[in-house]
């Protein structure tokens, strides 16, 4: 919240003129970006995820909840977030944080889940090939 407060009150040029359209999809994706944060912690304790626990070393993998929908729920959250923020505040040092944002999400990951291969093996391999990384699949259901 603190770098989001000083993206918004330093100076810079905006990219795009303002338009209510650009600030309301804003709002809505940063909305959304909250609600995948939200969803995201019911799976993991928040304790260790702070790192004022020490995580369960013989712990399963976690497939439940968002984890069904994808893999890194709390990366795409932060993105929706700082995207939303970008288009609510089109300003050129916005779309530079945005940016660095989604190269450090893109290395974490491939760092992150390097681990996770190591730590659950085969499970995580099935899993990682039926789960999307960042972007959930929508699916149609037919009624029978």
């Known amino acids: 919240m603190y770098i989001l407060l000083m993206l918004a009150t330093t100076r810079s040029d905006q990219i795009l003129p303002e338009s209510p359209t ?3 999809i804003g709002l809505a ?3 959304w970006g909250v609600i995948f944060l939200k969803l995201s912690f019911k799976q993991y304790s928040i304790r260790e995820f702070l790192g004022v626990a020490k995580a369960n070393q013989f712990q399963q993998l976690a497939v439940n909840g968002i984890l069904k929908q ?7 959250g932060t993105i929706l977030i700082v995207f939303g923020f970008f288009l609510f505040n089109p300003k050129i040092l916005n779309l530079v944080t945005l940016m660095c944002v989604i190269v450090y999400i893109l290395i974490g990951i491939q760092l992150e889940e390097q681990k996770l291969e190591m730590e659950y093996g085969e499970d995580y391999r099935k899993y990682k090939a039926n789960v999307p990384m960042l972007i959930p699949k929508f699916r149609i259901q037919k009624k029978n």
């Open 22 to 24: 650009l600030k309301f």
């Open 29 to 31: 994706l940063a909305t």
């Open 70 to 76: 994808v893999r890194h729920p709390i990366y795409t």
